[in-house]
């Protein structure tokens, strides 16, 4: 079966072609000049995914030596995402496997995060533990099979990839904060600043608005204002943000471990590209003595191949979607089973 697939749920316009269980093409068009508002701006992005999305879908046909006639299913992102930006990629998706008599899968886009790792060499194996780290969402989940589903934790504010922009923001750092909060990082001590790590009475769930909260209190209580920060101490309170992000996201995975049977570990989402991230999650699943799987930097940002993967276990499972079908730019509450 050859898969096309389409992303276009932020800022990155992807289109991805599996051909026959292989991966030919995922080719990435970021809207890099989002840097200078300090964030995406959501009209901006719509207008830029139209301009890219026909020309990518011909260089990913051409580059994995297909014809658009010889695809067999075409999947694209519904949602979450700027609804704006879904509906470019979702409608021009729709209209390509209408005009070709194709059928049609509409993607949840975490959906896709969860599975990234089927995209490795080396893939998870069922039942597995994924925890989603992006801009948006922040969800720990157990993953029994490509259709079952079951949500332990997530959180009840601020996704952890919007607290490093935020914080990054803070600390003067260009957006996207994540990579700059990272490379701050690096030349700091993460023992210098004590932040709190949440502890909800929900037993796997996230906070990071407190964290986010308590950063400022910091730099308004010592320097006065966000303007205010040498450069000299940037690290040191990059670094301890850092370390308390990564505390309250491996203190709940390590109690799933304790409490379901699992066969492996995966990480996924736009943070799980940070470096602290990845090795304190393998130390993790090194001591529980269980496979760790973490997708390839590609496919850890927003991509098609992710979303031509999980169209196709869908359309395996045997799921078949109409042309009505919507976007949507919320997570649906009832995505995932509850634990």
């Not at 390509?96 to 893939?123: C, Q, R, T």
């Not at 934790?153 to 601020?158: R, W």
């Amino acid at each position: 079966m050859n898969v096309l697939g389409i992303e276009s749920s932020c800022d990155e316009t992807s289109v991805a072609v599996i051909v026959n269980d292989k991966l030919t093409s995922n080719l990435i068009s970021s809207q890099d000049f989002h840097t200078k508002y300090g964030g995406v701006v959501p009209e901006l992005s719509s207008r830029a995914h139209l301009q890219i999305v026909k020309p990518l879908v011909e260089d990913a046909l051409e580059q994995s030596n297909i014809k658009l006639n010889d695809i067999d299913l075409i999947a694209a992102t519904a949602g979450p995402g700027l609804i704006g930006a879904l509906l470019v990629g979702f409608t021009f998706a729709k209209g390509l496997a209408f005009s070709l008599n194709k059928p049609f899968i509409a993607v949840n886009h975490i959906e896709g995060h969860i599975f990234s790792g089927f995209l490795m060499d080396e893939k998870p194996v069922f039942p597995f533990l994924v925890l989603v780290v992006s801009g948006g969402h922040t969800l720990l989940l157990y993953v029994k099979s490509f259709t079952e589903i079951i949500q332990l934790g997530t959180t009840v504010d601020d996704a952890a990839g919007e607290a490093f922009d935020k914080v990054a923001k803070m600390l003067g750092f260009d957006y996207p904060g994540g990579p700059q909060i990272q490379l701050a990082a690096q030349k700091g001590n993460p023992a210098k600043i004590k932040f709190p790590v949440s502890k909800l009475s929900e037993e796997f769930n996230f906070s990071f608005s407190g964290l986010k909260t308590a950063v400022l209190r910091y730099i308004q209580k010592n320097y006065g204002g966000l303007n205010e920060v040498p450069e000299s101490d940037k690290s040191d309170i990059a670094a301890s943000f850092q370390s308390a992000v990564l505390k309250a996201l491996l203190q709940n995975t390590e109690k799933a471990l304790n409490k379901y049977e699992t066969n492996s570990i995966s990480l996924a989402g736009g943070v799980a590209a940070n470096n602290e991230l990845r090795n304190s999650m393998t130390t993790l699943a090194t001591k529980y003595s269980k496979k760790i799987v973490i997708p390839e930097l590609q496919f850890c940002g927003d991509n098609a191949a992710m979303i031509a993967f999980r169209g196709k276990t869908l359309f395996d499972a045997g799921r078949r979607d109409p042309f009505s079908v919507k976007p949507y730019p919320s997570l649906p509450k009832d995505c995932f089973q509850p634990s």
